[in-house]
């Protein structure tokens, strides 16, 4: 007895059938578990944490004061006033305003700035010049002095400093025609000499910016103005320093911003002109010797809440000059720092 097995074989519908199905479930899986796609997503998620958390920390601090800014008393009290006051006032900004003696604080701060600014830019850029475009013996050991003083703080260096302009003298110069050396403290000159020289805040890391930015210039520029007859002096001044517009930007920007925010330094080399910085510092002494005393002259207790609320409302009127500005240079800024190279 034959058994006959006849094995039949698929049809070529059937086997089409097939490869759609499996070319299907292949798109579905490289759509469901593309690593690619879901790494960008991971990516975004985190970067927009990390955003959002990082404008958290920065505008909860100014949005908090500009609402304690604007609030009455009775606001001040009142337990369901979060951040909205039921009844605007500014009376916070008056009386900030005639205790820190504002409008001179204001001009006297913004002229140390500037003066400050325009010399730090022209030092810092002259020695950066010098660090990348003419090598000289020693100059990286230099260079390695001037990353130094990027990671030493400016408290260590504070006292001789203050001992130096305390008694000021140029090489026994002056001490030679006057007998003793002259008192630079509580005038500008302590800021114009350490910016004009290159050894003012952050000097440093603005001598490090100009000098990668003048690396990444091409060398034939400066050759073709050394062959034209121009010395080093002229390129640096008709070459260089037009090409160095966005780093120039960048670093002025940064100088102004730390010379205006700057308490340390100014509170100690200035401590009697009225600053923004000595103003700000000594707005909670002069509200407590303000709100303290009685009408008989007697000392009353303070509303800790209520000279709370005014330092509220001094600290940003210190920070307002610097919010509108921004709102004005933050194209340019951020065009330099896109052209200038500059990340971090």
């Not at 490090?208 to 002096?233: L, M, T, W």
């Amino acid at each position: 007895m034959n058994n006959d097995t006849s094995i039949t074989a698929p049809s070529g519908e059937a086997v089409k059938a097939s490869t759609d199905q499996n070319t299907l479930w292949y798109a579905i899986k490289l759509r469901v578990f593309n690593l690619d796609k879901w790494s960008r997503w991971i990516w975004s998620i985190v970067r927009a944490i990390l955003l959002i958390g990082m404008g958290f920390v920065i505008l909860y601090p100014i949005l908090l004061k500009i609402s304690a800014s604007f609030k009455s008393m009775d606001d001040l009290y009142n337990p369901t006033v979060m951040w909205v006051p039921q009844s605007f006032t500014l009376e916070n900004f008056r009386t900030a305003i005639d205790v820190m003696k504002y409008y001179d604080a204001i001009i006297n701060s913004f002229s140390l700035a500037a003066v400050t600014t325009i010399l730090q830019t022209f030092s810092c850029a002259l020695a950066g010049y010098a660090f990348a475009k003419l090598p000289f013996k020693g100059s990286k050991l230099l260079f390695a002095g001037v990353v130094l003083t990027i990671l030493v703080p400016p408290q260590t260096i504070l006292v001789p400093m203050y001992i130096n302009f305390k008694d000021f003298d140029f090489f026994g110069l002056i001490t030679l025609f006057k007998g003793s050396g002259i008192n630079l403290l509580d005038s500008y000159w302590p800021f114009i000499l350490t910016a004009a020289t290159g050894n003012a805040l952050k000097s440093g890391l603005f001598i490090y910016i100009f000098r990668q930015f003048f690396r990444g210039i091409s060398k034939e520029i400066e050759e073709a103005a050394f062959v034209d007859g121009a010395g080093i002096y002229k390129s640096f001044i008709r070459i260089m320093l037009p090409n160095a517009i966005p780093a120039m930007v960048t670093v002025m920007l940064f100088a102004f911003v730390w010379q205006w925010n700057d308490t340390f330094v100014t509170s100690n080399f200035l401590p009697n002109m009225n600053t923004l910085t000595t103003a700000t510092l000594s707005l909670p002494y002069k509200l407590n010797v303000l709100l303290g005393t009685g009408a008989g002259g007697g000392s009353t207790q303070v509303d800790p809440f209520l000279a709370s609320m005014l330092v509220d409302t001094g600290l940003l009127l210190s920070i307002l000059p610097l919010i509108i500005m921004y709102f004005f240079v933050q194209r340019y800024f951020v065009e330099s720092i896109d052209r200038a190279g500059l990340v971090g």
